[in-house]
């Protein structure tokens, strides 16, 4: 059997950190998850289309805006951008881009980029093509109101380590089991709730004592063998503190699911 973690950071700090500072470090996968499929139904992105990727940086893990955020951002919004300066000062090239939309909302933002008197031909012209690509992806987030790093900027960041957004398999687990989901325990009387704890539990074998314990996690781990499904099943039956116990053990659950094509 697995060991459980150490205890973990009690909730309304580690929501704090979150919310506050934006540091997913403490989240498990299933709550990072999570988090990111709420970012990206609150600005109407595609999950799917992984518009954000995670950023590791002094201990602290957020997120970031991939070329498909913007992108689909400027689509949805019907943002026009316009490049209203370039200048070159001192080694430095800067690019202002002015984004509008429809309703009248206008913003403001740049890209800047090296550009020493020593860099020419194609690498100079390529240097000054991704300074417009900052300053159209800045605004564009701005716009929207997005205070995060765009993909063009985590490149000259030093340490920066990268990761992808989550996979298909990920977002569905996670989509399955989304908190909106009502608690079991919310809908029923508590004789009820110990009913069908006692229904989702195995039935123990002829050799085993009636009075046998058999474990939350252990029901868990028996639920995932079977699939996918029955694990998402069994997590939405369970009450509110027994969602947040399983939700410390959840790396594990996956990685029991069977394999594609056995039993």
């Given at each position: 059997?697995?060991?459980l973690p150490?205890?973990?950071?009690p909730?309304?700090?580690l929501?704090e ?5 934006g ?5 498990t996968?299933?709550?990072?998850t ?7 139904h609150s600005?109407?992105?595609?999950a ?6 995670y950023?590791?940086?002094q ?21 026009s951008?316009?490049?209203?300066a370039?200048e070159?000062v ?5 690019v202002?881009a002015?984004s ?5 909302r206008h913003?403001e933002d740049?890209?800047?980029v090296?550009?020493?008197?020593t860099?020419k031909?194609?690498?100079?012209t ?14 564009t987030?701005s716009?929207c109101g997005l ?21 298909a398999k ?6 399955e089991?989304?908190d909106e989901?009502?608690d079991?325990?919310?809908?029923s009387?508590?004789n009820q709730d ?13 050799l085993e004592?009636?009075a046998a ?10 639920a ?7 694990l998402?099943?069994?997590f939405n039956s ?9 939700r ?6 996956v ?9």
């Amino acid at each position: 059997m697995s060991k459980l973690p150490a205890q973990a950071e009690p909730v309304d700090r580690l929501l704090e950190r979150v919310i506050i500072g934006g540091d997913l470090a403490g989240l498990t996968p299933l709550e990072k998850t999570k988090h990111y499929i709420r970012v990206c139904h609150s600005v109407g992105l595609n999950a799917n289309t992984q518009p954000f990727a995670y950023l590791k940086l002094q201990g602290k893990e957020t997120l970031y805006a991939t070329k498909g955020a913007t992108d689909q951002l400027r689509q949805i919004h019907s943002i026009s951008i316009e490049i209203v300066a370039r200048e070159l000062v001192d080694g430095i090239y800067t690019v202002r881009a002015r984004s509008s939309d429809p309703t009248g909302r206008h913003d403001e933002d740049e890209g800047i980029v090296p550009l020493a008197d020593t860099v020419k031909g194609e690498f100079r012209t390529n240097l000054m093509m991704k300074c417009v690509t900052k300053a159209k992806r800045r605004v564009t987030l701005s716009h929207c109101g997005l205070g995060m790093l765009d993909e063009s900027e985590i490149e000259s960041i030093r340490d920066a380590k990268t990761e992808p957004g989550p996979d298909a398999k990920q977002l569905s687990l996670a989509e399955e089991m989304q908190d909106e989901i009502p608690d079991y325990a919310e809908r029923s009387t508590p004789n009820q709730d110990a009913s069908a704890s006692a229904a989702a539990a195995p039935t123990p074998s002829p050799l085993e004592p009636a009075a046998a314990t058999i474990s939350l996690e252990d029901m868990a781990r028996e639920a995932a063998m079977r699939g996918r499904d029955q694990l998402v099943k069994f997590f939405n039956s369970r009450n509110s503190k027994e969602k947040q116990q399983l939700r410390k053990i959840e790396r594990d659950l996956v990685e029991l699911y069977p394999t594609e094509g056995s039993e």
